[in-house]
């Protein structure tokens, strides 16, 4: 079936340092969706790609999908302590499916 | 106002017992699910119903069975609980479109002892 691994499992880094998470797929996909959980919550929508080589920023955040469409990355600028948590990608393989795929997802902690 | 709302919050309860979980969205949403997160916060999917119709049935023990009484509200029963089954419970709704975010609940953090 589908799966769905990010790298890394765990990241720490000091604040003001860069951070990227990777994202890959065992299929292609229709679409990527990034969301965010802060420990003890609940996952955030963050923000959703679906063209290939598509990239979008979010203020200090940034987004790409592969141009096969089986990849994706967030990278964020200039880490700050209110960027900690666990960042999942989750991906729709088939078009008109309402089956996502979360990935493994990365737990990030930034050490002030 | 919350848009999507999961009881209890928290369950503690023994081995071999029944339990529900309850969920309600009021997004006016006809898609909702039901994701299952385990200590290594790996994130599964476990079912989904759209407009009270089940459509994505995951290869989960026939001991859970969801029930979507309105395409507001999605129940989850487990019976015979087992140690395996401790977890956070997140329901989660989302349009009808497959290219729509999901809104998760709160989750249900759910204890087997």
């Known amino acids: 079936g589908q799966q769905v691994m990010q790298i890394p499992q765990y990241q720490h880094v000091q604040e003001g340092e860069d951070f990227t998470t990777y994202c890959n797929s065992s299929?292609?996909?229709?679409?990527i969706q990034w969301y965010k959980q802060r420990p003890g919550g609940h996952p955030v929508f963050l923000i959703q790609l679906v063209k290939s080589g598509e990239v979008k920023k979010q203020k200090r955040l940034t987004f790409q999908f592969g141009e096969a469409k089986k990849n994706s990355s967030l990278h964020i600028t200039a880490t700050q302590t209110t960027d900690v948590g666990t960042y999942f990608c989750a991906g729709s393989a088939t078009s008109g499916t309402y089956k996502y795929i979360f990935g493994t997802g990365t737990r990030l902690k930034v050490l002030a | 106002d919350t848009a999507v709302s999961q009881t209890p919050k928290y369950l503690v309860t023994q081995m071999g017992n029944d339990k529900s979980i309850k969920c309600e969205q009021n997004l006016g949403h006809d898609t909702m699910y039901w994701y299952k997160q385990d200590s290594k916060k790996f994130l599964k999917i476990m079912f989904s119903y759209n407009n009270k119709e089940l459509i994505i049935n995951e290869t989960v023990p026939n001991r859970f069975s969801p029930k979507s009484p309105d395409k507001a509200h999605l129940n989850l029963h487990i019976n015979s609980l087992e140690l395996g089954d401790s977890a956070v419970y997140f329901c989660a709704s989302s349009p009808v479109s497959h290219s729509s975010p999901l809104h998760f609940g709160n989750g249900t953090r759910l204890t087997v002892t």
């Open positions: 299929t292609t996909l229709s679409n």
